[in-house]
C-alpha cells in the first residue's frame, strides 16, 4: 500500500481509537517501523494528528469531529457502556440526559424502563425514548443546533433549574489528566454545568478516546460526578483522583 493510500485509513483509525500506535500501524499495513514513523510525521506536519511518545493521537483543536462521524465512533464500547450505565439507573427515576452519541446509547438501553421522566435537551434522545410508553419526556427549550439536535443557550439553563433530578447522564468530549470534563461550545458548557448543579448523581460515559483528546473549555471536574462508566482503565494516576474523590469508575468491555 502506498503512502497516499495509509494516510486516510490512518486518520480513521486515530478518529476511532483517539491514538495510533508506531508497533500497531506497521503490524496493520505490514510495512517498517520507519516507514509510519514518516508517515505519522507528515501527517502531523500537515496537522492532521499530533505526534507523541511511540504514536500519534488526535490533533488539539477547538472544533468537535462531526457528530454523524462520532456516531460510528467505537460503537461496540458505547453500547456496553450504555448497558452497564442503564442498568445503575433505577426505574422510577428522574434523569436529564444531554447531547452526545454515548447518551443516546443509554437512551436506547432504557426503552424497557418503567415510570420514567427523562428531561433533555437532546432532540436525538427525545425521539428514541417515544419507543418507551412508560417514560414521560420534557424536551428544554433553546437554541436548535442543525449540526447534533441540541438544545442550548440561556433558555435551556433556565428550564433545568427548575428540576432537582435523581439522577444526571452527561458526557463530554474530551477528559485532561488532570480529571477535568471539557468541551468545545461553550453553551453546551453552561448547560452540563446546571446539569450537575441539579442532579442529586451525575453519570458520565466515555469511553477511552476522550483520554487522548482536548478541548477549549471546561466543563467540571470528576471530583463532581458520582460514577463514571468508560471502557478501558482509567490513567494510573488519574484512578488514584478518583479514588480520594470517592468517584466510582466501572469499566465496562465491549
Known amino acids: ?18 491514538k495510533v500506535t508506531v508497533e500497531g500501524l506497521a503490524d496493520h499495513f505490514g510495512v ?9 510525521t507528515e501527517l502531523a506536519e500537515a496537522n492532521k494528528l499530533e505526534r507523541v511518545h ?7 483543536g477547538t472544533t468537535n469531529i ?3 462521524e462520532r456516531r460510528n465512533l467505537n460503537q461496540a464500547s458505547k453500547l456496553a457502556m450504555a448497558r452497564a450505565c442503564a442498568r ?10 444531554n447531547i452526545g452519541t454515548s447518551t443516546e446509547a443509554v437512551a436506547r438501553e432504557l426503552l424497557q424502563h418503567r415510570d420514567l421522566m427523562v428531561v433533555t435537551n437532546n432532540m436525538n434522545i427525545a425521539n428514541i425514548l417515544v419507543d418507551n410508553p412508560e417514560c414521560q419526556i420534557i424536551v428544554t427549550g433553546g437554541a436548535f443546533r442543525r449540526s447534533d439536535g441540541g438544545l442550548v443557550g440561556n433558555i435551556t439553563i433556565d428550564t433545568i433549574k427548575q428540576f432537582k433530578f435523581d ?16 468541551d468545545f461550545d461553550i453553551q453546551e458548557v453552561g448547560v452540563s454545568q446546571s446539569i ?13 478516546s476522550k483520554f487522548s483528546r482536548t478541548a477549549p473549555a471546561r466543563i467540571a471536574s470528576m471530583r463532581a460526578l458520582s460514577t463514571v462508566f468508560t471502557d478501558k482503565p482509567l490513567p494510573r494516576a488519574l484512578k488514584q483522583s478518583c479514588q480520594d474523590w470517592g468517584t466510582q469508575v466501572i469499566i465496562a468491555r465491549a
Do not use: W
Not at 5 to 16: C, E, S, T, W, Y
Open 32 to 40: 517498517t517501523l520507519q516507514t509510519i514513523r514518516r508517515d505519522l
Open 196 to 208: 450537575i448543579a441539579q442532579s442529586r448523581k451525575s453519570f458520565l460515559v466515555a469511553d477511552n
Open 1 to 18: 500500500m502506498s503512502q497516499t493510500f495509509r494516510h486516510p485509513d490512518i486518520l480513521k483509525i486515530a478518529q476511532r481509537d483517539g
Open 66 to 68: 462531526q457528530y454523524d
Open 88 to 97: 445503575q439507573i433505577p426505574e422510577g427515576s428522574s434523569i436529564f440526559m
Open 167 to 182: 439522577i444526571a447522564v452527561i458526557g463530554c468530549s474530551a477528559l485532561d489528566e488532570d480529571g477535568d470534563l471539557l
Open 54 to 60: 511511540g504514536g500519534a493521537i488526535l490533533p488539539s
